[in-house]
């Protein structure tokens, strides 16, 4: 998957700095669809001269060619990014805000009942459900605000 990122990057134009590469490393391996200030703060004492902006440029040009998804704001206010690209359902808590991937052969069949009914030939699709994670449901079932 990291391959994917940085040879996009290298068609867009972009140096291949240590930074982007981490960067795209981040996105690869990261389960936990980081915002860009996630991204941001996670290399900044491995790059001390790492910019926001570097973070948010590299983050957009993935974006525009289509090699990450945006999720769009989880309830924090920011912009979540995705790089598997696979057909899966994200799950996002409404209290403490974390998104994580559920894969299920569902989303397969789903997928073919669409184009079969619509006539659609379906080129992406994205599949949210939003609520209450494991630890924020024992944290409000104990009384806590937030886990």
């Given at each position: ?7 996009g990057l290298?068609?867009a134009?972009l140096r291949?700095?240590?930074q ?5 490393q981040?996105?690869a ?5 980081p915002t860009a200030?996630?991204?941001y703060?996670?290399l900044?004492p491995?790059?001390?001269?790492l ?8 983050l957009?040009v993935?974006?525009?060619?289509g ?6 704001d ?5 912009e979540?990014f995705?790089?598997?690209?696979t ?6 808590c409404?209290?403490c ?5 559920f ?6 069949e ?8 619509s006539g ?7 599949i949210?459900y ?6 924020c ?10 886990a």
């Amino acid at each position: 998957m990291m391959n994917r990122l940085i040879i996009g990057l290298k068609q867009a134009g972009l140096r291949l700095t240590p930074q982007r590469v981490a960067i795209c490393q981040v996105l690869a391996e990261s389960k936990d669809h980081p915002t860009a200030m996630m991204i941001y703060h996670q290399l900044l004492p491995q790059f001390p001269t790492l910019s926001l902006a570097t973070v948010y440029k590299t983050l957009h040009v993935l974006k525009s060619m289509g090699l990450v998804h945006a999720l769009g704001d989880a309830g924090d206010g920011a912009e979540h990014f995705d790089a598997d690209l696979t057909p899966h359902i994200n799950l996002v808590c409404v209290r403490c805000h974390r998104v994580v991937d559920f894969d299920e052969r569902l989303v397969h069949e789903i997928q073919h009942i669409v184009e079969q009914r619509s006539g659609y030939e379906v080129q992406g699709a994205r599949i949210v459900y939003y609520g209450l994670c494991p630890d924020c449901r024992a944290a409000q079932r104990n009384g806590k605000e937030s886990a």
